[in-house]
């Protein structure tokens, strides 16, 4: 009788300690959310934008002036 006596307090122990720990962490996962949020409330990213090409500029003028400049470079290297 008296082992079952110890199972019964053992297991009282166990329900406490792991109540204990699972409380721990909820409040722990509470103040890390409300401390996010008070972050991104005062001190938001400024989140770069990201650079639109001119309005007649086109996607192959772009590839054409990077090929010519790559040609440029090239002839320049060869010179020296």
């Given amino acids: ?9 053992a ?18 996962v509470v103040l890390v959310k409300v401390q996010a949020s008070l972050i991104a409330k005062y001190f938001p990213e400024n989140i770069p934008k990201i650079p639109t090409p001119p ?14 400049a790559i040609i440029a470079a090239v002839s320049e290297f060869r010179k020296k």
């Fill in 1 to 9: 009788m008296a082992d079952v006596n110890n199972v019964v307090e």
């Fill in 55 to 68: 309005v007649g500029q086109t996607i192959d003028e772009d590839e054409n002036r990077r090929v010519a």
């Fill in 11 to 28: 297991l009282k122990f166990m329900v406490l300690g792991m109540g204990v720990v699972y409380l721990f962490l909820y409040i722990l």
